[in-house]
Nanobody, 123 residues
C-alpha cells in the first residue's frame, strides 16, 4: 500500500515556474514507477510525465516536453515536477500516481493516486 500526498500548487503568472512535490508513505516507494497527470475542468485526466523506479528513464507528453522536468529522491520517498514557462493551458489539478509497471502513460496502469494539487496559470 502506498499513500501519496501532493503539494506545491498555486497561482502563477504565465511564464512563471512552480515545483510540485509528491510525498509517498511506505518502504516500497523505490519499487514503483511514478507519474504525473493533470485534469482541467470538463476534460479527461491526461498524462504529463512518468519516471522509472530508479529515475533512469523518463517520458513526457509533447505538450510539456522541454518545459517540465520530473525527478525523484528515493531516500526521501518523494517525486517532483518542476514546471517552467507555464502557460494558461497548464491550468489543472495535478495528480501524482504510482505504478508497479516499468512506466505508464495511461491512468489505468496506475495503482495508487494522490488527492491532487491545483495549479492556476494566469495570462
Amino acid at each position: 500500500q502506498v499513500q501519496l500526498v501532493e503539494s506545491g500548487g498555486g497561482l502563477v503568472q504565465a511564464g512563471g515556474s512552480l515545483r510540485l512535490s509528491c510525498a509517498a508513505s511506505g518502504r516500497t516507494f523505490s519499487s514503483y514507477a511514478m507519474g504525473w497527470f493533470r485534469q482541467a475542468p470538463g476534460k479527461e485526466r491526461e498524462f504529463v510525465t512518468t519516471i522509472s523506479w530508479n529515475g533512469g528513464s523518463k517520458y513526457y507528453a509533447d505538450s510539456v516536453k522541454g518545459r517540465f522536468t520530473i525527478s525523484r529522491d528515493n531516500a526521501k520517498n518523494t517525486v517532483y515536477l518542476q514546471m517552467n514557462s507555464l502557460k494558461p493551458e497548464d491550468t489543472a489539478v495535478y495528480y501524482c500516481a504510482a505504478t508497479s509497471r516499468f512506466m505508464g502513460v495511461d491512468p489505468t496502469e496506475y495503482n495508487y493516486w494522490g488527492q491532487g494539487t491545483q495549479v492556476i496559470v494566469s495570462s
